[in-house]
T-cell receptor, first 116, second 109 residues
């Protein structure tokens, strides 16, 4: 998965701290998707962004979670005041196309977030 | 009931065996994806299909739209095939991927 770069690969935070997860899409891709994989569960859609726009955030928890994809730089998933239940693997995927039915998504290696 | 169900959840095989992983779904879809997740967690897209059958090396994916079912076959399995295989459908209504919980495959030499 050299194309989509996520960092850090592992992140440890104490309860109440903030977590920032970064995703740099493949070159030429302007569509970014964030997914969360809870232990023993399947991946779940969180948010879909294009440059400078949140297109669909229907999978984001209502509080503490936010995402952005600025004109310059990576997409950021931000979790404020983390709790133990936020421990999960967070994956980013990118696509060059508006409708992902037209092609496969390219996934990053994920960020494994652990809350102490 | 999950909208995407995979079976089996866990699968062990001897090297060389023919492997089948099944995926059933209950929503209208635009496409179905098979993904591979290795220990260490990176996800690789294996196939995207909306009808019929696709083959890549030792991997074959089939889909039956009428029966809302897809299968992933691995011929002549090898220990390096050990991974979690995930079925994901692109919902026609929401244009979002819905994921199964994965099938954990271990191939022993």
């Amino acid at each position: 998965n050299a194309g989509v770069m996520q960092n850090p690969r592992h992140l440890v935070r104490r309860r109440g701290q903030e977590a920032r997860l970064r995703c740099s899409p493949m070159k030429g891709h302007s569509h970014v998707y964030w997914y969360r994989q809870l232990p023993e569960e399947g991946l779940k859609f969180m948010v879909y962004l294009q440059k400078e726009n949140i297109i669909d955030e229907s999978g984001m928890p209502k509080e503490r979670f936010s995402a952005e994809f600025p004109k310059e730089g990576p997409s950021i998933l931000r979790i404020q005041q983390v709790v133990r239940g936020d421990s999960a693997a967070y994956f980013c995927a990118s696509s060059p196309l508006r409708r992902i039915a037209q092609g496969p998504q390219h996934f990053g290696d994920g960020t494994r977030l652990s809350i102490l | 009931k999950n909208e995407v169900e995979q079976s089996p959840q866990n699968l062990t095989a001897q090297e060389g065996e023919f492997i089948t992983i099944n995926c059933s779904y209950s929503v209208g879809i635009s496409a179905l994806h098979w993904l591979q997740q290795h220990p260490g967690g990176g996800i690789v897209s294996l196939f995207m299909l909306s009808s019929g059958k696709k083959k890549h090396g030792r991997l074959i994916a089939t889909i039956n739209i009428q029966e809302k079912h897809s299968s992933l076959h691995i011929t002549a399995s090898h220990p390096r095939d050990s991974a979690v295989y995930i079925c994901a459908v692109l919902s026609y209504n929401t244009d979002k991927l819905i994921f199964g919980t994965g099938t954990r495959l271990q191939v022993f030499p």
